[in-house]
């Protein structure tokens, strides 16, 4: 999409014309748009996100900012507090809502997004930069996660700012210790956002990076004493509170969480659901999957193999092989994994985009395919996600119906503080939606006995359970219809028998 431009760093650029710029800075802001309108309108979305938003709003609830809940007293050692704590500040400055549960999610994102640009242009040049930024909004994975409650957005930051500053320590001539600084950082808020998992997937590249180019000697210019310091200062109050606030946090986290989850095919000691069984090696089938569109540019590369090596050669610097390691570092680590998610390759988006963008310029030099291909791209997939937002706004439930804001509104047009009893699993976004009224049950007795209390009872149920539910409550209760994925049965205003 330019012109050849002089060597920067060792890498053969490309200068953007003015249209060019202008082009993909309101693509960007339009990807920046869509993200914000999914915000307001995709109702929560159960079971990952709905539970994560839901804790974080009890943890604003009960004012506990060291143990997040499960459930009230019941504490949730799945996962350190970052994402919960983002999730729970933004809910106190805005209002328990989604969009106060995802914005400072969101901020993450692109903070993210904002490394990376400085990164490459200090290295690559402004234009690279822009583009690189751009690819990475796009890409699948990270557009939907950028707002997602959950683990992943959070070590991402973690991540990005650990490898940037790594890289700009040990080949930069000033702020180099500054940027070493950084890179510990980095490592503390992977590890407040996620645990030692961001720890090895930074370490996974830069000892292969360090290994293949007996590099070791870079290690010397990295400010141990003050970064090491500034990590146990950042992370070991919050793990040894938690420690001694509900003991045994550690033990399940640490092992659980971090060693049988991945090697014991479908995990049964998981305190807060099940292991995600899945066959190994996936994880380069997610990665493949999730990093559209830009997984095309990336098999395209392959079919210019001398002009590949030549452009991953020119980078310099050893930058090539540093993005590549980075990009490869979750496929490396969650190969012999058994339990697997696809957000686990988001660490490697970053990277990835990266590498192709810097890649592509090169080998295609700017050229009129590469433009017109990457326009093409860039505006469908544009399309795609603007489309989205519209669907979230006009259809919510045509995108999931995985989520009760739709059942948990009409039982408040009903009667606002009517207390919602979930038949069989707990359903976290009807808690969230509900403030916390709404309950689970799979005890046949506590529904039998919903109409001999003195309040007005309503009853979430899937498809499968309605008549089992219908037959245990009789004529007690009125069947409003189905939100989503279950039916909502209510009792009569009047206290006397369903319509």
């Given amino acids: 999409m330019g012109e050849q431009q002089a060597r920067l760093n060792g890498a053969e650029t490309f200068r953007l014309g003015a249209t060019a710029r202008r082009f993909l800075l309101a693509t960007l802001l339009l990807l920046i748009a869509a993200r914000l309108m999914l ?29 997040p809940q499960f459930d009230y007293g019941v504490p949730f050692w799945g996962k ?140 010397l210019r990295l400010p141990w004493g003050t970064g090491l310091a500034v990590l146990v200062l950042l992370t070991a109050p919050w793990y040894v509170a938690a420690e001694l606030k509900t003991p045994g946090f550690l033990r399940y986290f640490i092992i659980g969480e971090h060693y049988e989850r991945f090697v014991v095919p479908g995990w049964e000691g998981d305190l807060y659901g099940r292991g995600h069984a899945r066959p190994k090696g996936l994880i380069w089938a997610y990665g493949l999957a999730f990093f559209l569109p830009w997984t095309f540019f990336g098999l395209a590369l392959l079919a210019k193999p001398v002009r590949l090596f030549a452009a991953a050669k020119g980078l310099g610097g050893g930058a090539g092989m540093y993005l590549l390691l980075w990009a490869l570092s979750p496929m490396i680590l969650f190969t012999p994994a058994a339990n697997i998610l696809p957000s686990y390759v988001l660490p490697s988006i970053p990277a990835a985009a990266i590498l192709v963008v810097l890649l592509c310029s090169a080998v295609w030099q700017g050229g009129r395919i590469l433009r017109l291909a990457t326009a093409a791209t860039l505006v469908a997939t544009l399309a795609v996600y603007l489309g989205l937002a519209g669907l979230a706004y ?32 707990r359903a976290f ?42 037959a245990i409550l009789g004529d007690s209760v009125s069947n409003e219809g189905q939100f989503g994925a279950r039916f909502l049965l209510v009792e009569p205003a009047n206290g006397g028998a369903g319509q």
């Fill in 39 to 67: 915000i307001f309108w995709l109702p929560v979305i159960d079971p990952t996100e709905g539970r994560y938003i839901e804790i974080a709003r009890k943890m604003l609830e009960t004012g506990d900012w060291i143990t």
């Fill in 429 to 470: 976004s009807g808690e969230f939606y509900s403030n916390g009224r709404a309950q689970s049950t799979s005890d046949a007795a506590v529904l039998a006995g919903l109409a001999a209390n003195t309040t007005r009872d309503a009853v979430a149920v899937l498809p499968e359970d309605l008549a089992q539910v219908q």
């Fill in 80 to 219: 350190p507090p970052l994402h919960t704590w983002l999730s729970a500040l933004g809910m106190k400055l805005f209002g328990v809502s989604q969009f106060g549960g995802r914005i400072l999610i969101f901020a993450t994102a692109l903070a993210t997004g904002w490394l990376c640009h400085d990164w490459v242009r200090r290295h690559w040049g402004r234009d690279l930069a822009l583009l690189s930024v751009v690819a990475i909004a796009a890409a699948l994975v990270f557009f939907g996660a950028s707002a997602f409650v959950a683990t992943d957005m959070a070590m991402v930051l973690g991540t990005t700012l650990s490898m940037v500053a790594f890289f700009n320590c040990v080949t930069a001539t000033e702020n180099r210790r500054i940027w070493g600084n950084l890179l510990f950082v980095g490592l503390a808020v992977g590890m407040l956002a996620k645990g030692p998992t961001a720890v090895v997937l930074t370490g996974i590249p830069l000892f292969f990076w360090l290994l293949l180019g007996n590099r070791w000697a870079l290690l």
């Fill in 394 to 425: 006009f259809a919510p439930m045509r995108i999931s119906a995985n989520t009760e804001l739709a059942l948990v509104a009409k039982a408040r047009a009903l009667e606002p503080q009517m207390p919602i009893i979930y038949w069989g699993a």
